[in-house]
């Protein structure tokens, strides 16, 4: 691991603590960066595979991670390690493909699917969905503030199409759970954005 910002000062201050994990070529102002890769903008180069040791309990505000899990090995290690650095307050904005997502078998470097009910797995029964998923393999506990489903196409056309049949599926619970059950590989989902927080003990 090597660190590249004064992260104990940052705490200590006080300050607002946000991190992008998996940034890779791509960063935001007031984000503290995360990557294995040492890029010239990376502030903080670790393996997120072995959780994150340089957080302190409680200590951050909001954690970023697009297009990072799928990629994950040890998905639930990496869960705990998010709920456990999150403040009580804090959130978790998240993006991964969708299983219906044909391009996710491209990447060879992709070592899971996520569908709508993938992060339901870590919340207790009485909030989940219509459709219950058990949730006693882990007792890693979220709180699941917003998800939805993401249509996408590099195409023009299918682009259109594809927003407005988001626009409709994103409107209600129910009408996401009936796409994925019935329509998900007649109109591909381009992903899942989802907001969580740690479920208060």
């Known amino acids: 691991m090597r660190m590249k910002v004064e992260l104990d000062?940052?705490?200590?201050?006080?300050?607002?603590?946000?991190?992008?994990?998996g940034c890779g070529q791509k960063t935001k102002p007031g984000r503290i960066t995360v990557d294995k890769v040492d890029l010239p903008h990376v502030d903080i180069v670790a393996d997120i595979e072995e959780g994150l040791p340089f957080?302190?309990?409680?200590?951050?505000?909001?954690?970023?991670?697009?297009s990072v899990l799928e990629h994950i090995e040890n998905f639930e290690t990496?869960?705990?390690?998010?709920?456990?650095?999150?403040?009580?307050?804090?959130?978790?904005?998240?993006?991964?493909?969708?299983?219906?997502?044909?391009?996710?078998?491209?990447?060879?470097?992709?070592?899971?699917?996520?569908?709508?009910?993938?992060?339901?797995y870590f919340v207790e029964q009485k909030h989940q969905l219509k459709r219950k998923v058990p949730c006693f393999y882990t007792d890693i506990r979220i709180n699941i503030i917003s998800q939805k489903l993401v249509f996408r196409s590099p195409f023009l056309f299918s682009n259109q199409i594809k927003k407005a049949v988001g626009f409709l599926f994103n409107r209600h619970r129910?009408?996401?759970?009936?796409?994925?059950?019935?329509?998900?590989?007649?109109?591909?989902?381009?992903?899942i954005e989802i907001v969580f927080s740690p479920a208060s003990v």
Request: with cysteine; glycine share 4%; hydrophobic share 35%.
């Open 78 to 120: 990496l869960m705990r390690e998010i709920v456990r650095v999150l403040k009580p307050a804090g959130r978790a904005y998240i993006f991964v493909p969708h299983f219906s997502n044909p391009y996710y078998y491209s990447d060879y470097t992709h070592k899971r699917f996520f569908g709508l009910y993938s992060f339901y």
């Open 174 to 191: 129910f009408l996401m759970e009936y796409y994925e059950q019935h329509l998900c590989y007649i109109f591909p989902c381009h992903g």
């Open 55 to 66: 957080l302190p309990d409680n200590s951050v505000d909001e954690i970023h991670c697009r």
């Open 9 to 21: 000062k940052l705490i200590k201050d006080n300050k607002q603590l946000i991190i992008e994990l």
